[in-house]
């Protein structure tokens, strides 16, 4: 892994991982780039809407790509009140600095405090978990368990300088998605360049292949036969790809930032931008240099499908904006015109996108003309007789189906190469991490017609109440499907991030506010039902194991309790929880001297107790997970166990961090 990572922890950004997409900020987390082997580029480009008017006017002038989700899922500001409280999140880390340096978490941060952190960054961030094998580092060397065999050590000397683990927290070092291969930094310097190397993840005995010096960043493909890789070159970076053969460099003039290049899963595909903007698309094969197609110099947002391979962006075309597709064969395709959004789906095969609405809002549609029979007395020189001639204006205009053009989006999901409507009247939309293809977003309530006799003014005054009346009549929240399903969800202000569906799909939870005290709270929704009930207060993050919602609490200081929606059961003293599909996994009653606690999980029934003497784990897949105990927080050591679902396995004593991937 890389310098971007390192970074990351080092600029104090918060480690809660990011639901539904990565985006294009400066720095790269430490998530988006151990999970390379199936990259997206997915992006929002709806924003926060102060306005109605505002919110679809990127018609015309789409929001960059650096727009986050969290922006996009933040609810759209409608008017100046007072902010409503956010969901309470984990201490931030500090810099970044080596275990060894005992005695500074006493100073720095508590102990169970630094539990909760890290347990954010071990969280896979698309809540996919994959069970290949564990890489952990020891008395700086590299080491490898393959979930069979013994142990074995891959590489010696892993720093030269630089710093690759935080705490017990490393990385730099992944397995691809089949096992097939290791990947890993060697001579990390500190500036956060080192050497990359592959080696064979099935034979103890092969040899590492060193692929090249000065590597910051890298992205291998699913079966890890492929790599492509920043490295330094001059003033900026070169983008280049291994085949497991040669090196070769595709371009010049890149800049070290997050989703700056993409790999397909199956690693045929490379998509890229330089320093000047330009989008660049080029199969991999021999003489990439040479076969580079640039695309366009406009482009807002890109995303690579991960089982299509096909690239999606959007970028000008002649009456606006459109979403163009790519196949890496011939030219590119207008996939939808004059959009003012696109998204790549969680699920890495649907794009959301959204389009102004089409039709026009007419004046007879939103006014009510009380004033006629008053108005047919008037006479000039009457007084009134200057707002009648207005309101004439205003009357022709109805009669003559005039209109004028809306402000609010239509939006759809492009799947299986055809485009369903699933919202319309919508200020901002995102799609929702779950197993069925869903959409969230804020819509506007229904208009309720004008009357004349409250207007003062002509048709300009008519569409600026209308505006007015759409930004300060409020939001309703709104969660849809590809049948053209669409549910609102009840609440004063519905939070969209993190909104999570049960595993049956009838059932929504999500936080909201309390109108009356103005907590947070965790509501839960039967979807078809008007009301959502209120489940708890003060919630960390939530989650369904099936269809039960589990939750976490009353969180201070690295500590909080687990509860269950419906049961009157809670469990105290619960820190690093990590929410999977089977269970909850948690620490329990962590010892405040040294960390460790016991380790169990829970499905909102049953409590398991699966190791004592546990300092922090790191999920894998289908109640598999890994595991530090022992912990020794001055000497930055401890003993590291593999719990296959049944029983735990020592693997390894005295070992200094885990890595993420």
Not at 429 to 454: C, I, N, R, W
Request: contains cysteine.
């Amino acid at each position: 892994m890389d310098e971007m990572e390192k970074n990351e922890l080092e600029k104090n950004e918060e480690l809660e991982p990011k639901e539904a997409v990565e985006t294009k900020e400066a720095v790269e987390t430490k998530e988006a780039v151990e999970t390379k082997e199936e990259p997206t580029q997915e992006e929002a480009s709806v924003t926060d809407a102060p306005a109605a008017e505002e919110a679809v006017e990127t018609a015309e002038e789409p929001v960059t790509a650096e727009a986050s989700v969290e922006e996009t899922a933040e609810e759209p500001e409608i008017e100046e009140t007072e902010e409503p409280k956010q969901e309470e999140q984990p201490v931030e880390a500090p810099a970044a600095q080596k275990a060894e340096k005992g005695g500074v978490l006493g100073i720095v941060i508590g102990l169970i405090a630094l539990i909760a952190i890290v347990a954010y960054a071990w969280m896979n961030p698309m809540g996919k978990a994959v069970d290949t094998g564990i890489l952990y580092t020891k008395d700086d060397n590299l080491y490898y368990y393959d979930l069979k065999n013994e142990p074995y050590q891959v590489q010696e000397g892993l720093s030269n300088g630089g710093t690759y683990h935080y705490f017990y927290t490393a990385w730099g070092a992944s397995v691809t998605e089949d096992g097939s291969y290791l990947y890993f930094s060697d001579d990390v310097d500190e500036n956060g360049a080192f050497v990359l190397y592959r080696r064979d993840a099935k034979n103890a005995d092969a040899k590492a292949a060193q692929i090249d010096t000065d590597v910051y960043d890298y992205m291998a493909s699913k079966d890890g036969k492929v790599v492509a890789y920043l490295k330094k070159s001059g003033e900026t970076y070169a983008l280049c790809v291994y085949d497991g053969k040669e090196a070769q460099t595709v371009k010049t003039g890149i800049n070290l930032e997050n989703d700056v290049y993409a790999l397909s899963g199956n690693g045929k595909y490379l998509a890229f931008t330089d320093t000047t903007g330009l989008l660049n698309a080029v199969a991999v094969g021999k003489n990439m240099e040479d076969n580079i197609l640039p695309l366009t110099d406009s482009a807002e947002t890109y995303a690579l499908a991960e089982e299509s391979g096909i690239l999606y962006y959007v970028a000008a075309g002649k009456d606006g904006y459109n979403i163009f597709s790519y196949d890496f064969k011939g030219e590119p395709k207008t996939a939808v015109e004059n959009v003012s959004s696109m998204e790549m789906m969680p699920n890495g095969r649907d794009v959301l996108y959204c389009k102004k609405s089409e039709e026009k809002v007419l004046y007879k549609d939103i006014i009510v003309d009380d004033m006629a029979e008053q108005d047919a007395k008037l006479k000039k020189g009457d007084e009134g007789y200057e707002q009648k001639v207005q309101r004439d204006e205003i009357r022709k205009a109805m009669k003559n189906g005039e209109g004028f053009e809306p402000l609010l989006q239509e939006c759809y999901v492009l799947t299986g190469g055809k485009s369903v409507r699933v919202a319309g009247d919508v200020v901002a939309a995102v799609g929702v991490d779950s197993k069925q293809t869903y959409v969230a977003g804020y819509k506007t309530k229904e208009f309720t017609p004008m009357h004349l006799s409250v207007m003062d003014g002509g048709l300009d005054m008519v569409e600026y109440i209308y505006y007015m009346s759409l930004n300060y009549g409020g939001m309703e929240v709104f969660l849809a499907d590809t049948t053209g399903k669409v549910n609102l969800l009840s609440g004063s202000q519905p939070q969209l991030d993190g909104l999570k569906l049960s595993e049956n799909g009838k059932k929504a939870a999500y936080l909201d506010t309390d109108a009356n005290t103005g907590d947070t709270i965790l509501v839960e929704i039967e979807l078809g039902k008007e009301k959502a009930e209120t489940v708890a207060t003060n919630v960390q993050s939530f989650g369904y194991i099936g269809n039960t919602l589990i939750y976490y609490f009353d969180y201070t200081e690295g500590v909080g309790t687990l509860g269950a929606a419906g049961s009157k059961t809670t469990i105290a003293n619960a820190s690093g929880v990590q929410f999977t599909e089977d269970a909850v996994y948690y620490v329990a009653d962590a010892d405040a001297a040294t960390g460790n606690g016991e380790l169990r999980a829970w499905d909102g029934k049953t409590e398991t107790t699966i190791a004592k003497d546990v300092f922090a784990f790191q999920y894998k897949d289908n109640g598999k997970l890994v595991y530090i105990g022992k912990y020794d927080v001055n000497a930055g050591v401890g003993d590291l166990y593999y719990y296959d679902g049944k029983e735990a396995r020592k693997l390894d004593t005295g070992i200094t961090a885990i890595f993420i991937y």
